[in-house]
Nanobody, 126 residues
Framework: QVRLVESGGGLVQAGTSLRLSCASS????????VGWFRQAPGKEREFVAV????????YYGDSVKGRFTISRDYAKNTVALQMNSLKPEDTAVYFC???????????????????WGQGTQVTVSS
């Protein structure tokens, strides 16, 4: 497992942008796919995006396609989630998630995730 720390959440207006960052402390996560999930009050945790350990494969949840972009910086050991055209329904706690090393498979499920960040709140006002 790795220790993940998210940053960048906050309160913004609909239509604006926000950038989340996830850093791994105590070691690199360059050999792991890293993704983002979110959970709104009273709802189940939802898959948002993932980038493979090599960076060649990227997947998004249907609700964020075309608006969110995930990227990783191997030199800085970080993964970012750029969120544009935010909507009130994007309001949730966003969690960074690291999958098992060299994992390939179904990313939308949280089952292969073995490390979670503490979460960062994103609130989008209308």
């Amino acid at each position: 497992q790795v220790r993940l720390v998210e940053s960048g959440g906050g309160l913004v207006q609909a239509g604006t942008s926000l950038r989340l960052s996830c850093a791994s402390s105590g070691g690199s996560f360059s050999n792991r796919p890293v993704g983002w999930f979110r959970q709104a009050p009273g709802k189940e945790r939802e898959f948002v995006a993932v980038i493979s350990w090599g960076g060649a494969s990227i997947y998004y949840g249907d609700s964020v396609k075309g608006r969110f972009t995930i990227s990783r910086d191997y030199a800085k050991n970080t993964v970012a989630l750029q969120m544009n055209s935010l909507k009130p329904e994007d309001t949730a706690v966003y969690f960074c998630a690291a999958y098992a090393p060299y994992y390939r498979g179904t990313y939308a499920s949280s089952d292969p995730v073995d490390s979670w960040g503490q979460g960062t709140q994103v609130t989008v006002s209308s």
